[in-house]
Each structure stands twice: as C-alpha cells, then as structure tokens.
C-alpha cells in the first residue's frame, strides 16, 4: 500500500506498482489475468528481493478477506511453484558421443 509522508507519496515495497492492489479492485477479473498481472508483478521487483516472503506478505495482506479471489488463487499457485525444487541437468548436461 502506498502512503503519503509529509505531502509525498511513498511506494509499496512489496507492490511497488500497485499491481496486486488494483487485481483486487478489479470486478469480474479471471484467473488468467490474474496470472498476466502476477508475471507482471514479479518481473517489476527489485532484483535481490526474497520472493517467498514477499507473495506470503501479499497472501496475508489480501487473501484472508479475498479467499476466493483468482489473486489470492494465483498467489498460492506462485508460492507453491517457487518452492518446488528445480531440476538441474537433463539431456543437454549429459555428454555426448
């Protein structure tokens, strides 16, 4: 959430754009734009940032007003998703002949 310090208007850190905000606002919104405004979100934060703590402070934020909400779905769909384990080699890391 925004605020405003002595006349000036102080960015969100955890959704400097306001793009998680406004999906709330957003009447009628489908998963899939939820999803377009997510990748959005993610891309427009500031390298270095922990991720996980971040869409947890967003899911506490907006989610236990919103459960139902195909933000509050999605945001669980991306906290789920970055804590998976990725896979490291696979075909290209094998030699070859």
């Given at each position: 959430m925004s605020t405003e310090?002595?006349?000036k208007r102080v960015k969100d850190a955890l959704d400097p754009k306001g793009l998680i905000r406004e999906a709330y606002r957003i009447?009628?919104?489908t998963s899939g734009e939820c999803r377009s405004i997510f990748l959005d979100w993610a891309l427009s934060m500031e390298?270095?940032?922990e991720t996980q703590e971040d869409i947890a402070a967003l899911i506490?934020?907006?989610g236990?007003?919103?459960p139902e909400h195909p933000m509050t779905e999605v945001l669980r769909e991306g906290q789920a998703s970055a804590e998976r384990p990725?896979?490291?080699g696979?075909?290209?890391r094998q030699q070859r002949d």
């Open positions: 310090m002595n006349g009447e009628g919104i390298a270095g940032r506490a934020r907006y236990a007003e919103h990725r896979r490291r696979g075909w290209r």
